[in-house]
């Protein structure tokens, strides 16, 4: 099953909240919030477990009973959020007198109000209550009892074909099988000792990890005493592995587990054995099967596969897997559809230009060129049938039994997620192919959706977004894209295919719809959330514009005629527009009407004018106004108390607007930030500070107060504009992990390293004048420390 938690998550929380005395309900409105909260966390669970399981083995009922709850939570969110906005706005009657005498008059009359709204609320809760029971009823109303259980048919890996590919048809693995041999051969040297050596190859699913493996393993068994081959996969059967290992060692089986772990022991003590260990993905399995295989000094070599590179990284060394080259992947599409004939040029000169289009697509994975080759063999070869078969990729509609293998073997890494990460990659389908998605930005798109809700105590949303995001890259679903200076994480990419099948389990679901892509909209269907780029948003789009009223999340790049629609979006929580054209005297002011709204991305949209409506989005989270020509913020942004992240780029105004924003977690100022430095010392929440600044010395020393009271900040990154000043006085607090200081020179490494108080400090980028012998020492005596760029002596250097 894919994503059938819906709102829940988030819902279950705020039920929660209105429980409490600040939203003084009645005693029958409050019974039934905790009825519901029984019920829907019972649903949450068993949802839970459905996700577990792979739609081909789901009941249909399931299935069905899932969709209705998903739907259903959505549906109730909505009402939560509605009653707690007319609360918080009912609520605010005494107003700073800037905003007049009328508005003070109309809040006065929404605070009168407030007794219709518990009324609406009581009634909201009793129709809800009868709805999640119908869901219930229904589910068991056509329910099939059987006795009689029907066993499905055992699908064979497609994996396991692999073993037994002749080694002329193998395309691109010489080089990497000479890599991994060189390893070990480099490992020895090394040591000057036959000892054993372990080599992990990892990468996701596809890449030809367990093709590498038997063609490494094919090449050296000779040269060893005994060898062995087995399968870990994601639900492992120990006595069989073992029992598998002791037979192909030894001849030997049936044996009891508790039994053979000893007896291969003993057997391999003084034996020069290879073993590979295909497809592992739970370090706990690895460290069983290491317990049978004893260290010696006989030489003995083991290789292992796996998709995730924590897994590689503890049993050993890790080699990743690369993508086949073009001249290779041509090879492989062109042998597979012409034979050996057509291995090295396409016999038709007027099939190379979709043939190369066709490659673009596949990246370099062997799965994919030969799934798509399959296709294309079965076609004319001609450009137009060709062609055909390169616009239905990724349409998930082939009934081809290649296409199903590679479906199945993605998703087997898509079912070892657990189902908050499901849900974030499948976030990932709002984005177009090949599309860069800024690391940060993305996080807090996923905090705004609700799919982040709490982590280790003094954990922060964000740092629970960030090892989401780290782990969707060890398990090698999204690709990471570094700095160019550093080692830092910028951002991420999609590979084609995994995008291919979160756009399928999106659109099965209902989880996202493109209206100019994958899944689109029926007039009866809800669009839950939205994706079109560059397109045009016009009335009667596909139907869709009957179901905007439920839009929750809309990421539109590149797209005109876009305001109308926008208008629309009642209970929208994100909206991303980046690149969308807004310069053209855009009238926002709507825009204080998305009253649910969290995250608002205007990146990149040349808007020149924020409206002062937008002091009435209470509950917005992330504002990102970078790369803009807006010249000023208005004064009603210092209403926005919930909001944690905010990004300004060029020449803009924010004087006496920062500094009320004590939510704030990360502000990014992308200009010359002196008119704010004054201000910084009320966010004492923030964990990440990106500032340009060109200082005098009373400036100087304002931004070294202000940076003693940030006692929480993680991420410090300060330039000097005419690259003077310096921030000796200052001292680094203990939660610091990044620190990059560009045009100031410290006199010395500062004395506060040497304390070594900043344990988690692991990017270091810093100009100091005078380098010595125990400032080195002190730089590696901090444990976390990765990444270190730091020029000694003068700026001119």
């Known amino acids: 099953m894919e994503i059938v938690v819906g709102a829940l998550p988030s819902l279950l929380p705020k039920l929660a909240k209105l429980l409490i005395g600040e939203y003084n309900l009645q005693k029958e409105v409050k019974g039934g919030i905790i009825f519901l909260q029984a019920e829907l966390e019972s649903m949450k669970v068993a949802l839970e477990k459905i996700s577990e399981m792979p739609a081909d083995k789901l009941d249909k009922q399931d299935k069905l009973w899932a969709r209705d709850v998903r739907e259903l939570s959505y549906d109730i969110e909505d009402k939560i959020d509605t009653f707690m906005v007319r609360c918080k706005a009912g609520s605010k009657v005494a107003e700073d007198e800037q905003h007049g005498f009328k508005k003070a008059i109309d809040r006065s009359l929404k605070w009168l109000a407030r007794p219709n709204i ?101 090449k050296l068994k000779g040269e060893f005493d005994c060898s062995a081959f087995v399968s870990v996969s994601q639900t492992p059967d120990m006595e069989k592995i073992f029992n598998n290992l002791l037979y192909q060692l030894d001849k030997r089986n049936n044996i009891r587990i508790d039994v053979i772990v000893d007896d291969l022991r003993e057997f391999l003590q003084k034996k020069r054995y290879l073993i590979v260990t295909d497809d592992i993905w739970d370090i706990s399995d690895w460290k069983h099967i290491r317990c049978a295989l004893p260290p010696n000094n006989a030489g003995c070599k083991i290789i292992t596969t796996t998709r995730n590179m924590r897994v590689a990284e503890e049993v050993g060394r890790a080699y990743k897997m690369k993508p086949l080259d073009l001249h290779c992947s041509r090879i492989l599409l062109y042998g597979r559809i012409f034979g050996h004939e057509g291995r090295d040029k396409c016999p038709n000169e007027e099939l190379v230009e979709v043939s190369n289009k066709i490659l673009t697509k596949c990246d370099g994975v062997p799965l994919a060129i030969i799934t798509i080759a399959s296709l294309m063999a079965s076609k004319e070869r001609n450009k ?81 977004g960030e090892s989401y995001f780290n782990e969707l890259i060890n398990r090698s679903m999204i690709e990471p894209v570094y700095y160019m200076d550093t080692m830092k994480v910028r951002s991420c990419r999609v590979h084609d295919v995994v995008l291919d099948l979160i756009r399928s389990l999106s659109s099965d679901e209902n989880f996202a719809t493109s209206l100019y892509g994958m899944g689109h909209a029926s007039p009866s269907q809800k669009i839950r959330r939205l994706s079109i780029q560059n397109g045009k948003v016009n009335e ?66 040349k808007i020149v004018h924020l409206p002062e409506e937008i002091g009435s989005l209470q509950f917005l989270q992330v504002l990102d106004i970078s790369k803009d020509a807006i010249s000023t913020l208005p004064f009603t942004i210092v209403q926005l108390r919930q909001l944690k992240c905010l990004y300004i780029d060029h020449n803009v105004t924010a004087e006496n607007r920062i500094g009320g924003l004590t939510s704030l977690e990360e502000l990014r100022y992308g200009q010359d930030s002196n008119g704010i430095i004054q201000e910084l010392g009320c966010l004492t929440k923030l964990r990440a500070l990106d500032i340009n600044v060109c200082f005098r010395t009373e400036e100087q ?97």
């Open 118 to 218: 518990r009324r609406k609320i009581a009634i909201d809760i009793r129709d809800i209550k009868s709805r999640v029971l119908e869901v219930h009823e229904r589910r068991h109303r056509y329910e099939v009892n059987s006795n009689r259980s029907v066993d499905k048919p055992i699908k064979v890996d497609p994996r396991v074909l692999v073993r037994y590919e002749e080694a002329t048809k193998l395309v691109g693995i010489d080089e990497a099988r000479d890599k991994v041999i060189r390893i070990f051969i480099q490992r020895n040297e090394v040591s000057k000792q036959q000892q054993d050596t372990i080599v992990s190859i990892v990468g996701f699913g596809g890449l030809g990890k367990t093709t590498l493996a038997n063609v490494v393993y094919e």
């Open 384 to 464: 137009l049938e060709w062609y055909e078969v390169y616009n239905s990729i990724g349409t998930g509609m082939e009934n081809n039994i290649d296409v199903k293998n590679m479906r199945n073997v993605l998703l087997l890494s898509y079912y070892h997620l657990k189902p908050h990460l499901r849900t974030c990659l499948l976030y990932l389908s709002v984005f177009p192919e090949d599309y860069e998605i800024d690391k940060r930005r993305l996080i807090w798109m996923w905090i705004a959706e609700g799919f982040i809700q709490c982590g280790k105590q003094g954990q922060s949303l964000f740092e629970v």
């Open 701 to 797: 020393n304002m931004l070294v107060e202000c940076l003693h009271k940030l006692q929480n900040i993680q991420n410090l990154s300060i330039r000097s504009i005419d690259r003077t000043g310096n921030l000796d006085g200052w001292v680094g607090p203990q939660s610091l992990r990044s620190l990059d200081i560009d045009g100031y020179l410290f006199s010395r490494l500062p004395v506060w390293m040497k304390h070594s108080h900043v344990q988690n400090l692991s990017f270091l980028r810093i100009r100091v004048k005078g380098l010595q012998q125990q400032d080195i020492d002190t730089l590696g005596k901090l444990p976390a420390l990765r990444d270190l760029d730091m020029l000694p002596g003068d700026l001119t250097l």
């Open 540 to 605: 009667g789009t596909h139907g869709a514009t009957v179901s905007m009223q439920q839009v929750r999340s809309a990421a539109f790049s590149s797209v005109v005629n876009l305001i109308p629609a926008l208008a629309r979006f009642e209970v929208v929580r994100v909206l991303h527009l980046e690149n969308c054209d807004l310069s053209h005297g855009y009238n926002l002011k709507y825009i204080g009407k998305l009253v649910y709204l969290r995250f608002l991305g205007l990146n990149s949209t």
